[in-house]
């Protein structure tokens, strides 16, 4: 996968039910192959998300990359396999909805969003400013 030349996969886009893992999926593949571009391989999204699965970057990293996507659903899905639907609820909502969390973030923020399209006040979580950024519609 190399970043130079494509985006990953919405934010939004699920595996196994957790949102954002094909998208580190594709991170992860970029990384290793020294194709990130802007991109950042663990954001702090990613380390949300790697938190949550108890998963190092690194491993997760060398995994996705000697693995294809349905051996990958197999490890998360044993990975998940004691946790509840609940447990995955929330955190795809932790994902979903975060949003700046202080001042300074707020205004970095707004910055990147208006540089982008400053019409699109209705965008104001990170996973939406991502899609913008990526010319994806506005998730309903």
Known sequence: MNLN???????RDKLNGLVFLPR?????RAFK???LGEYVFPCPLDKRVLK???IDAEVWADFVNSNN???ISQWVEEICSSRQPEEIESINKNILNRKPNSED???????????????????????????LEEGRPKAK
């Open 5 to 11: 030349e494509t985006f990953p996969r919405s934010p």
């Open 24 to 28: 580190m999926i594709d991170k992860a």
């Open 33 to 35: 192959q020294n194709s």
């Open 52 to 54: 949550f699965l108890k």
């Open 69 to 71: 996507e349905e051996q």
């Open 105 to 131: 973030r707020w205004k970095y923020f707004y910055e990147l969003r208006d540089n982008i399209d400053p019409s699109r006040t209705d965008v104001t979580t990170w996973v939406d400013l991502m899609d």
